[in-house]
């Protein structure tokens, strides 16, 4: 057939079929091979590079500023997207007792998130933002991924651990819709009724985080639904090969922009895998949000997979030159993500 007989596209065609199975690109890819393993991800967990880093001034607040409540729920199963999983799953709620139309942030990996001696203390950090009165009222769900009830929290065997990180990996790394739909369809619909609140519908008051296959899953989430999350703060984000993450800074660059703003970071000691190079991943990602004209925000610092950048969050009536604006400090550095 000639081309010019072929109405479709004759630049950036999708690989045919029978190619993409005869590179092997239709199997999983190994365990280990050539000496290596994702298993290398562990070299750039406490690396050297991270040591300027530590959580930013405000999450260590003052003794009177008051602290938000934490309603936690430890075995949640209410789930027919992800059938047969449970989770952890905790919301804060600001101080005041603001119950309605609340600004809202999801943090993946929320144990992550949430520790009071973690990198981040995001609870904290919205404690002492709320009390300075840098945003309104905002509320936070932190969700851990999910996994067989039979799967204990903890002392897992390996093979019970392979089992978990797949469970993960499916929702976090997969470029499907299905982490979006759960979140909008079953989780947050559950924690308004539960804890009886509810968020806003403004997509511009609404973030997703996360770090690593978190970070691409908060991507994923507003990639589908640029119309219920605007906002995405991603971590040493996994947009390599694991379920295809490769695949955006293509879909960034050809797709008509969407209503998003992106914070990204990584950092030089950032880990490399089977799956790709993380450093390298990320700067391409950035590459593809300025060639297509987003709102974004790249922070390439010398850390290595670890969450080397601070939590600061600023929304919609704070007074800034940027809406995606960078604050560094003697701490490491925090950011402000504002929503305007």
């Not at 001034?57 to 449970?86: M, S």
């Not at 290595?304 to 704070?318: D, K, N, W």
């Amino acid at each position: 057939m000639a081309i010019e007989d072929d109405p479709r596209p004759i630049y950036a065609a999708p690989m045919d079929v029978d190619t993409y199975q005869l590179l092997g690109l239709d199997k999983h890819g190994p365990k280990a091979v050539n000496g290596c393993s994702n298993g290398d991800v562990m070299a750039a967990i406490g690396n050297d590079g991270d040591k300027p880093y530590s959580p930013c001034a405000e999450a260590y607040p003052a003794e009177n500023v008051p602290p938000g409540e934490i309603v936690a729920f430890k075995d949640w199963q209410q789930t027919e997207v992800y059938k047969g999983t449970r989770r952890r799953v905790w919301v804060y709620l600001p101080p005041g007792g603001e119950r309605q139309n609340l600004n809202l942030i999801i943090f993946n990996d929320g144990h992550f998130y949430l520790s009071d001696k973690g990198q981040v203390r995001a609870p904290r950090v919205l404690d002492s933002l709320h009390y300075g009165g840098d945003i309104p009222p905002t509320a936070a769900i932190f969700v851990s991924p999910g996994s067989p009830p039979e799967i204990p929290e903890a002392d897992r065997s390996e093979a019970e651990r392979d089992i978990a990180d797949e469970c993960r990996s499916i929702e976090y790394d997969s470029l499907r819709d299905d982490y979006g739909r759960f979140l909008l369809d079953e989780l947050i619909p559950f924690v308004e009724a539960e804890v009886g609140i509810s968020f806003t519908d403004d997509p511009a008051r609404r973030i997703m985080c996360g770090i690593s296959s978190g970070g691409i899953g908060a991507f994923t989430v507003a990639w589908h639904y640029p119309d219920r999350f605007a906002k995405v703060l991603s971590h040493c984000g996994s947009y390599t090969n694991i379920k295809g993450g490769h695949n955006y800074p293509w879909l960034i660059r050809s797709t008509p922009r969407k209503p998003i703003k992106v914070f990204l970071q990584s950092g030089e000691n950032d880990c490399g895998t089977l799956f790709g190079d993380w450093p390298l991943a990320n700067k391409t990602m950035a590459n593809a949000l300025e060639y297509a004209g987003y709102d974004y925000r790249f922070e390439f610092g010398t850390g290595g997979h670890t969450a080397g950048l601070s939590l600061r969050i600023q929304f919609a009536g704070c007074s800034t030159e940027s809406s995606l604006t960078c604050i560094a400090s003697s701490r490491g550095m925090s950011f402000s993500l504002v929503a305007s």
